[in-house]
Every structure is written in C-alpha cells, then in structure tokens.
C-alpha cells in the first residue's frame, strides 16, 4: 500500500497541529519557550519545520513515494496519528490547571507523531528531524522549567 508523492492525511495532522498552536498563541496560553542556546533553538526549529514538510512529502525516500509494509500497518498509522492529535489537544485543554507533566505531555506527543510517521512510512529522512527535533524540544523544555 502506498501514497503517490503528497501525503494528504498528513497534511491534515499537519494542518490540525498548526491550528492548535494558533489558537493557543491568540488566546495567550502558550508560553514562549526559548533556549539561551542559539544552536538549540535553530535545531528545534529545522527539526520540527523539516517534519511538517516530511509529512507530506516523500523527499529523501528511495521511490518518492510513501509505504506500507502491510495493510495493518496502515490501520495502526491511521489510529496512531488520530489518537496522538486528540491526546495534544486535550492537553492544551489542560495546560492552565497542569503542571509539569502537561508540558512535558505537550513536547512529547508531537515528537510520537512525527517518529511514529516516519517508522511507519519507511521514512528515514523523517525519523531524523524527529529525532532533531525531539532532543533539541525537550532541551529547551527542560531549561525553561
């Protein structure tokens, strides 16, 4: 099973995790967290743009094309994904009246998402900004608690 060289429900997660973090920012509840570290934060950032673009595009992928080894994998990749967008914004629903294991809930759910889709999707490129991203959020994470 296999996806041509756009990735359409990823783009939706894509699109529905922008959309979370818009109406986070506008109705003022998300904290800007930085590194004092500039290389920090420029790796946050090309880790976290890179699997947004990963997601949706089969770049760096032996056929251009994403796949699936199976037909379960498949149903995993779509329950997976579904549950982990649901499990983010539930968070933000909670951020004001959590504590620590909100926000660490909040850096840790996105990094599944994209390490998730690129295991199941055979996308290297992919697990690697995940993993960029992944260790350079909970840096910064960590460092602002």
Not at 51 to 62: E, G, H, Y
Not at 66 to 83: R, Y
Not at 94 to 115: E, Q, S, T
Request: charge should be positive; hydrophobic fraction near 60%.
């Amino acid at each position: 099973m296999s996806f041509n060289w756009i990735n359409w429900i990823n783009m939706t997660a894509v699109v529905w995790l922008i959309l979370i973090n818009v109406i986070v920012a506008r109705k003022g509840l998300s904290d800007s967290f930085n590194s004092k570290y500039l290389v920090v934060n420029i790796f946050e950032q090309i880790g976290r743009y890179g699997c947004m673009a990963l997601m949706i595009l089969p770049i760096f992928t032996r056929k251009w094309k994403f796949g699936f080894g199976s037909v379960a994998e498949m149903f995993i990749w779509i329950c997976l994904t579904t549950l982990l967008l649901v499990i983010y914004s539930f968070l933000w629903l909670k951020k004001a009246n959590g504590g620590v294991f909100v926000l660490y809930g909040l850096a840790l759910v996105p990094v599944v998402l994209f390490l998730l889709n690129g295991i199941l999707l055979c996308h290297p490129a992919l697990i690697a900004a995940s993993l960029v991203f992944g260790i350079s959020h909970f840096l910064i994470v960590k460092e602002n608690m």
